[in-house]
């Protein structure tokens, strides 16, 4: 297998994470966890949606997140926007780049965000031309790419079709994810290699959910394949609200463990990245997932 010197992980735990969290986490918590987030080494921090509060209440509080915590220079500070209303207020905001998203699959499409695939193009365009014209990058999500809860298998054309709007549009990155954590590396490679036909690898990111316990093997797979960037969420942290049985995703202090240990650089500073892990496992009041603060409170055996 052919490994980088280095990767870059993307922090989407204070979004991704916390958007299917049954605690409501407290807006000056968040904003705490994402200051801490921001002394790790970590170069990019997904920090909140401005999606319609009704949607996702868990981040309702998305401007305050934005405006209230402590910008760190060489850091990209990024949030979810579904439309021109949400980019206005992500824009008040001040955040450095917009995440739009849509799916590969038309059911999960019209459960997630109320619309055919066809019909959310237009929404699409619109946000991310307005945000390229305040001078701020643009990434795309595109979502269920190795299978949907409602439709099962999805075709790699369709994953393609999806992402040659996106491009078309002007996104700088598109993020493939796993959204239900169905992926296996053999499915990953083979449709890697049919993007990697079409687009260069430093435009594509992953994003595996830990579902079935195989994300790791698929970072794995992706490495090989050339992909350098990777979204993870600390601790294992969340899901998605709307394809049922998405369990955590990849988590960011597992996945620095693997690479680090491969001696695949990061930039990430472990001791703060745990830190600030237990410091959110303990505001969710729950053992988180990872496999990293699980290993804290074992025994010898």
């Keep these: 297998m052919k490994f980088p010197e280095k990767v870059t992980v993307k922090e989407v735990g204070p979004r991704d994470g916390l958007q299917n969290e049954q605690a409501v986490i407290a807006t000056g918590d968040k904003i705490t966890w994402i200051n801490q987030l921001s002394l790790t080494g970590l170069k990019y921090i997904e920090i909140t949606s401005f999606v319609n509060p009704k949607w996702i209440p868990a981040l309702a509080d998305a401007v305050e997140v934005a405006k209230g915590i402590e910008r760190v220079p060489g850091i990209t500070y990024t949030a979810l926007v579904p ?11 001040n955040i450095d780049e917009a995440a739009v998203f849509m799916s590969a699959s038309e059911t999960h499409n019209l459960k997630n965000i109320n619309k055919s695939i066809e019909d959310t193009y237009p929404v699409l365009q619109e946000v991310v031309q307005e945000t390229i014209n305040a001078g701020k990058s643009v990434r795309g999500y595109v979502s269920t790419v190795f299978g949907c809860p409602y439709e099962g298998p999805v075709s790699v ?22 959204t239900i954590g169905v992926a296996n590396p053999r499915q990953v490679t083979e449709v890697l290699k049919v993007l990697l036909k079409r687009f260069p690898a430093e435009k594509l990111a992953m994003h595996f959910h830990d579902t079935r316990g195989t994300a790791m093997a698929n970072v794995l797979a992706s490495l090989d394949m050339g992909i350098t960037v990777f979204d993870a969420s600390l601790g294992g942290l969340g899901g998605c609200p709307y394809a049922p049985g998405a369990s955590g995703n990849l988590a960011t202090d597992d996945l620095l463990y693997m690479l680090e240990g491969m001696g695949i650089h990061t930039g990430i500073d472990r ?23 699980q290993t804290l409170g074992s025994c010898a055996g």
Excluded: T, Y
Excluded at 271 to 293: N, T, W, Y
């Design 271 to 293: 001791d703060k990245l745990i830190a600030a892990a237990l410091f959110i496992q303990e505001k969710v009041g729950r053992q988180l997932p990872s496999h990293s603060l």
């Design 83 to 93: 439309n021109l209303r949400g980019l206005e207020r992500a824009l008040e905001a």
């Design 157 to 178: 054309e369709a994953v393609v079709r999806v992402a040659d709007r996106l491009f078309e549009m002007g996104i700088g990155e598109l993020s493939l994810g796993d």
